[in-house]
């Protein structure tokens, strides 16, 4: 799954949460208004907020990080240049593939 669309879908899940909780006098029987009410609701509540701003900033954070300059990768490339290929002359297989040809 794309990372985005699941910081997406969390967004959303924590927003709706939000919303049901500051809303719930209106919507939740009375005889259930007695578990969400004191120190309880706000440490949700903050722990909630705190969510929504954690995805908010792993949807939208990508795109204000973004260069349109060089990379670190390219920028390695030019100063540096290609690394050197290291060769062993135990791995090389293609002396063993030219001698079995001759045969």
């Keep these: 799954m794309n990372p985005r ?5 969390m967004l959303i899940l924590w927003v709706v ?13 009375a005889q259930y208004q007695h ?4 120190e309880r ?23 204000i990080g973004k260069t349109k300059g ?7 490339r030019e100063k540096y240049g290609k690394p050197k290929e290291i060769e062993n002359p135990e791995f090389n297989f293609t002396e063993d593939q030219n001698k079995s040809e001759a045969k």
């Design 17 to 29: 949460i939000s919303i049901g909780l500051l809303t719930r006098a209106w919507w939740m029987p």
């Design 35 to 38: 578990r969400f009410q004191g």
């Design 70 to 76: 060089k990379t670190a990768h390219q920028e390695f």
């Design 5 to 9: 669309v699941l910081n997406m879908g």
């Design 41 to 63: 609701i706000v440490m949700v509540m903050g722990v909630v907020i705190m969510l929504i701003i954690w995805n908010l900033i792993k949807v939208f954070g990508n795109r």
